[in-house]
């Protein structure tokens, strides 16, 4: 079910380049469309949690947790909130250490020296959420209340972890893109390079591009069946550098380049 992108109350984070409409369900759109011209926030906080928008052209294009959830197919109803209670995980194996980071678990696995096959899981099913959708710098350190968390198989399952990854990478996002922007006021060294990069769920980003600019996206990726999550419906066909990108905006075409509004789940 196709959700009204409605245009946010107020803006920040400003992006760069121009674009123009949109098209709804997969209709092409005749007139120019340079690509992104910026990136905004919504500054209202609804139900659904705060949205980045992407203005093409006239139109705004949304990336929020409406889009997140069926992307990644995680659960994205619920409260992320849980007590403090001492870990036997971190007791049992970490209890030397101050604080554990992600290469912490890595080394441990490594070490294969587990009590039983359900402690091997547990921590495996930590390193996972950690490597993937809250995927941080390997050195960060894991809060405890994770460990705890794992502990409870059924508990952990049932977890909404899409909303603490939808949160974090969309606090990644924004706060990547406002620090490029304020990079971008400053004076420039000659040489200089601006460059940034995205942890936690940066792939749903992605996916949620291939969906949008279809025209573009087919250019280096394959498309399958209409899988669930929809992230499985996507593939790449190599190694995809930024000036792929770029070539496959000139080879389309701008007047080329279609728009899809993404259906979201109800």
């Excluded at 005749?30 to 992407?54: C, Q, T, Y």
């Excluded at 990854?165 to 004076?187: C, G, L």
Aim: net charge positive; with cysteine.
């Amino acid at each position: 079910m196709s959700e009204k992108n409605t245009r946010p109350k107020r803006r920040s984070v400003r992006v760069t380049a121009k674009s123009s409409k949109r098209s709804s369900a997969g209709e092409s759109s005749k007139n120019p469309v340079p690509v992104i011209e910026r990136m905004v926030s919504d500054a209202d906080h609804s139900r659904m949690g705060d949205a980045l928008w992407f203005e093409l052209g006239e139109d705004l294009d949304r990336f929020s947790i409406n889009e997140f959830y069926p992307i990644t197919g995680m659960k994205c109803v619920g409260s992320t909130h849980l007590p403090m209670v001492e870990s036997r995980l971190i007791s049992r194996y970490f209890s030397a250490l101050r604080g554990v980071s992600r290469e912490n678990l890595e080394l441990e696995m490594s070490n294969a020296k587990f009590d039983n096959d359900d402690d091997a899981v547990k921590l495996s099913l930590l390193y996972i959420i950690f490597c993937i959708p809250l995927s941080n710098a390997s050195a960060v350190k894991i809060d405890p209340k994770f460990f705890t968390l794992a502990n409870n198989l059924d508990a952990f399952n049932d977890f909404p972890w899409g909303v603490l990854s939808w949160e974090a990478t969309r606090a990644v996002i924004f706060n990547t893109m406002e620090m490029r922007m304020s990079s971008k006021r400053r004076p420039l060294k000659k040489n200089d390079k601006v460059h940034y990069s995205i942890s936690r769920f940066s792939h749903a980003l992605l996916v949620w591009a291939y969906e949008t600019l279809l025209s573009i996206a087919s250019k280096f990726t394959t498309k399958y069946d209409q899988a669930i999550p929809r992230m499985m419906s996507w593939t790449t066909t190599g190694n995809v550098k930024f000036d792929d990108v770029l070539a496959a905006f000139t080879s389309v075409g701008e007047s080329q380049v279609v728009i899809t509004v993404m259906t979201t789940w109800s």
